[in-house]
C-alpha cells in the first residue's frame, strides 16, 4: 500500500531539519567567521548599522507611544484623534525618510553579506541533502521513522533525480533568486502534491511518475 501525503511530508520534514541543523552548525562554527571576512570592516559596519536601527526602533516607539498619549486626551473627540492621527503619520515618515538616509552607506556591504548566507544555507543543503539521500539509498531517517519507502527502479541516480533534483533543487535555485517566489514556489509545489497524492490512485507525485518510482508503506523495526 502506497503511503499517504502527511506520513510522506513527515518524513521529509525529518530530513530537511536534520540537514538544516548540520548546516546552521557548520554556519556557526566557520561559516559565518569565513562570510564576514570577506567583507571589509564588518564588524565596525554592523555595529553602526545596529546602532542606527536601535536609534530607528526607539524614535519609532517614542512617535507611537506620544500616539497613545494623543488618542487618550482625546477621548472620542474625532477631531482631535484625526489631528493626533495625522501628526503621528507625519512623525512616522520622518523617521522611515531618515532611517533609510542613515542605513543607506551600509546597504551595499550587508546586502551582499546577507545574500551570502542565503546561498551558503541554499547551496550547503543541497550538497548534504544529496550526499545524505544517496548514502542511505533513499533509507533516510525520515522515511524509517515514518516507516516508508521508495519502490520502484531504486538505485543512486534514480534516488538523486527523486530526493534532490526533482524535490528541492528548483525550488531552491528560485529561492537563492528571490526568497519571495521560492517561497511562493514551495507552497505551489506542497499544493501540487497534496492534490496528486490525495486524489490519484496510486498516490503518486510529478517526480514518482517521471521515475517510475512509488513510496509505499515498510515496517523497518519488525
Given at each position: 500500500m502506497n503511503a499517504g501525503f502527511f506520513k510522506r511530508a513527515f518524513s521529509s520534514l525529518?530530513?530537511?531539519?536534520?540537514?538544516?541543523a548540520v548546516v546552521a552548525a557548520?554556519?556557526?562554527?566557520?561559516?559565518?567567521?569565513?562570510?564576514?571576512?570577506q567583507i571589509s570592516n564588518f564588524d565596525i559596519i554592523f555595529t553602526a548599522y545596529n546602532e542606527?536601527?536601535?536609534?530607528?526602533?526607539?524614535?519609532?516607539?517614542?512617535?507611537?507611544?506620544?500616539?497613545?498619549?494623543?488618542m487618550d486626551i482625546a477621548d472620542?473627540?474625532?477631531?482631535?484623534e484625526a489631528l493626533a492621527s495625522q501628526v503621528y503619520q507625519a512623525r512616522v515618515q520622518i523617521i522611515n525618510d531618515q532611517n533609510l538616509i542613515d542605513i543607506e552607506p551600509y546597504n551595499r556591504s550587508l546586502t551582499r553579506y546577507f545574500m551570502n548566507n542565503i546561498y551558503y544555507f541554499s547551496i550547503g543543503f543541497l550538497i548534504l541533502i544529496a550526499i545524505?539521500?544517496?548514502?542511505?539509498?533513499?533509507?533516510?531517517?525520515?522515511?524509517?521513522?515514518?516507516?516508508?519507502?521508495?519502490d520502484g527502479p531504486v538505485?543512486?541516480?534514480?534516488?538523486?533525480?527523486?530526493?534532490?533534483?526533482?524535490?528541492?533543487?528548483?525550488?531552491?535555485?528560485?529561492?537563492?533568486?528571490?526568497v519571495y517566489i521560492g517561497l511562493l514556489l514551495l507552497a505551489l509545489?506542497?499544493?501540487?502534491?497534496?492534490?496528486?497524492?490525495?486524489?490519484?490512485k496510486n498516490k503518486t507525485t510529478l517526480r514518482d511518475v517521471l521515475l517510475r518510482m512509488t513510496v509505499s508503506n515498510k515496517n523497518y523495526w519488525k
Open positions: 525529518i530530513d530537511i531539519t536534520i540537514v538544516l557548520t554556519f556557526y562554527i566557520a561559516g559565518r567567521s569565513i562570510l564576514r571576512n542606527v536601527i536601535d536609534a530607528y526602533n526607539s524614535d519609532y516607539d517614542a512617535a507611537t507611544e506620544e500616539f497613545n498619549v494623543q472620542g473627540d474625532t477631531d482631535l545524505y539521500t544517496v548514502a542511505f539509498n533513499g533509507k533516510t531517517l525520515g522515511r524509517r521513522v515514518m516507516n516508508i519507502a521508495l538505485n543512486p541516480v534514480s534516488v538523486f533525480f527523486h530526493d534532490v533534483i526533482l524535490k528541492y533543487f528548483f525550488v531552491i535555485l528560485v529561492f537563492m533568486v528571490s509545489s506542497i499544493i501540487i502534491d497534496i492534490v496528486l497524492i490525495s486524489f490519484t
